[in-house]
């Protein structure tokens, strides 16, 4: 569904077992059913087609359709709005509106007619990717100028329904940006154009998207994970940035890898050094290629998703496993309650370096190779592990050794 349809937010089912039937509602956190509706009683049949009634009097958006996303017939492409929070801005100026948090924002349209990542799971992040342009087509017949990736994406958060500022990667490439211009930095990270929280208009105010005002005050307390109330609570967050690379499958030779890699470790200790950002992704799908002058290509670490700052203040609390498996560090996915550090990211590149090594940059079936297999591989590793967990301390240690 919402790898077919990428301005669907949220999605109804039906689902019928013999003689009940039961209306699902399906968002990032997890599935909603309703109760039985017994059809073999006039009652439970009478709910159905009052069910059914409902849904065709639904407008779009409450069938879970993005209302910042729509097609432009008169120019054959898609508009997405971006509600950039990226620069302080008066509430009074032209063409700022405020949302309901008192934060202002700017709407920024972005065109696009093609994807190249489709949410691909029915939970989680949903992340879309779109290589898209800010400048209006001229006609329908102008070609797009493609010069920024829009990233579209509900960031994991674990709160009460509360947002604090721009949550999540569009808050750290902030952080990053005043830095990020120095030829060095711009080399392995991206440079973000604009970026905010997805707003949506309900009775004339602005409201943050997030999976708690998807579902309301009646349900949304309903996905809990135990019994102290925890749930996984997501925020809608949309970025455009450059340049668009290319995927690590672009690499041709064993030196460009090197390269490649060089690259994701100067921006590993950039974002660690420089702003106290530990990464917490490193994977084949965050490490791209971008072609530089000379065609040279380099590498360039994107997705601050599962970004964390590595302060005492803000010590990561999440109560699920960050990352992508196969390049999860030995006390991320053991959740051996030691605090997240840089040899954590160092691990993770390990596991990447040597993934490409056994399967190549070119491997399409990672899905078919077995975890245990690749980790049994480095089972001594879980010595390091049970190091931290004893000393805790001995973290830092790491990290001052890795630099």
Known sequence: MFAS??????????????????????????????????????AGRGELVQLLVDWSLCELHQLGVD??????????????DVHDTTDPTPADEVGIDVDDGGRAFRTVPHYVNQIYVAADR??????????ATATEPVSADAPLMEDVLLKDSWTYVESEGR??????????????????????????LPTMTCGGAVRISRGGAYTVETTDTVLGEALRDVLRTGPDGFRFHYAHMRMASFPIAKRLRSITSVYEMIVVAADVLDAVWFLY???????????????MVQDREGGRNCGLLIDLDNAILNTAE???????????????SVANIEQM????????????????????????????????????????VLREYADIAQTRLDNPGAAQGMDTASA
Do not use: K
């Open 5 to 42: 349809q990428f301005n669907l937010r949220f999605a109804w089912g039906l689902t019928q077992y013999r003689n009940e039937a039961r209306a699902c509602l399906f968002v990032n956190s997890g599935a909603i059913a309703s109760h039985a509706m017994d059809l073999r009683t006039p």
């Open 67 to 80: 209302p910042t996303i729509r097609y432009r017939s008169d120019l054959r492409c898609w508009q997405i």
């Open 122 to 131: 029915l939970f989680g992040r949903h992340t879309r990717c779109f290589p």
């Open 163 to 188: 947002i604090v500022g721009e949550l999540g990667e569009v808050e750290f490439h902030r952080r990053i940006r005043p830095t990020a211009q120095d030829d060095d930095a711009r080399r392995f």
């Open 273 to 287: 050094d420089r702003h106290q950002i530990l990464h917490r992704d490193l994977s084949d799908n965050n490490v």
């Open 314 to 328: 803000t010590i990561d609390t999440r109560r699920i496993r960050t990352g992508t498996p196969p390049f999860l």
């Open 337 to 376: 309650g030691v605090r997240p550090a840089l040899v954590d990211e160092l691990e993770a590149l390990l596991y990447l370096l040597i993934w490409l090594g056994v399967w190549g940059c070119t491997c399409m079936n990672r899905g078919r190779v077995l975890f245990e297999d690749f980790r049994a």
